[in-house]
């Protein structure tokens, strides 16, 4: 093969692979339609932020409990209270495709 061939050759596999990755950065293909698919993970994540914003005393108001994904799309994680208290326990709500937490914090 001539060497002006091949570097042609090259230059057009460098210039379909410099698109594709133009392409993919621009529209963003999500890595996960579904990357928080069920409850056990959805309570790991929640546990995990919680403890890394507020500390270990987090833990005190375990069990977490999530709530069925509204429009199957997010998860409602919240802490529990024992029977006969009153008071606000911590809550994560995370996206269920891509698995951003929307929000954390307080809640009665």
Do not use: C
């Not at 061939?5 to 621009?26: E, S, T």
């Not at 999500?30 to 932020?49: G, H, M, Q, R, T």
């Amino acid at each position: 093969m001539d060497t002006n061939k091949i570097k042609m050759i090259f230059l057009i596999i460098l210039l379909l692979v410099n698109v594709f990755q133009f392409i993919w950065g621009i529209y963003g293909i999500p890595f996960s339609a579904n990357a928080v698919p069920d409850e056990e993970i959805a309570l790991k994540i929640a546990e995990a932020v919680l403890v890394a914003a507020y500390g270990d005393a987090v833990l005190l108001d375990r069990p977490f409990v999530t709530s069925k994904p509204q429009l199957g799309n997010i998860w409602h994680v919240t802490g529990t209270l024992p029977d006969g208290f009153m008071g606000v326990t911590y809550e994560v709500i995370i996206r269920r495709h891509d698995g951003k937490v929307l929000k954390t914090g307080l809640t009665k």
